[in-house]
């Protein structure tokens, strides 16, 4: 409940410009690899393994092989984001 408390309070910087509604898997790509290069926080909205939408606040680490892996909010947990599980992301404003 924290981390919705924490990401719900973070505010949204450059996001991914949809193509035809929805964000091409390309740019979505870029961007989580641009801000793992950078160590910036990203905005990401994704689909769980049970289906459930949910959103979070994730500094990424690594994007390859079909994930992305990103630390949480604390800095101290790094979770494993599948990457066709993510529906949105966006930068963290500083």
Same mark, same amino acid.
Do not use: C, K
């Given at each position: 409940?924290?981390?919705?408390?924490r990401?719900?309070?973070a505010? +949204?910087?450059?996001?991914v410009?949809p193509? +035809?509604?929805?964000?091409? !898997? =390309?740019?979505?790509?870029?961007? $989580?690899r641009?801000?793992?290069q950078? +160590?910036r926080s &990203?905005?990401?909205?994704?689909?769980?393994?049970?289906?459930?939408?949910?959103q979070?606040?994730?500094?990424? &680490?690594?994007?390859?092989?079909? &994930?992305?892996?990103? $630390?949480?909010?604390?800095? =101290?947990? %790094?979770?494993?984001?599948? $990457?066709?599980? %993510?529906?949105? !992301? !966006?930068l963290? =404003?500083?």
């Open positions: 409940m924290r981390a919705g408390d990401a719900g309070a505010r +949204r910087g450059s996001t410009r193509e +035809r509604g929805r964000p091409s !898997a =390309e740019a979505t790509l870029q961007l $989580l641009d801000a793992a950078q +160590r &990203v905005w990401l909205g994704f689909v769980d393994s049970h289906g459930v939408a949910t979070r606040v994730v500094r990424p &680490v690594r994007v390859g092989s079909g &994930v992305l892996q990103g $630390l949480d909010q604390t800095g =101290e947990h %790094i979770g494993n984001y599948p $990457l066709h599980r %993510i529906t949105s !992301a !966006a963290v =404003e500083d």
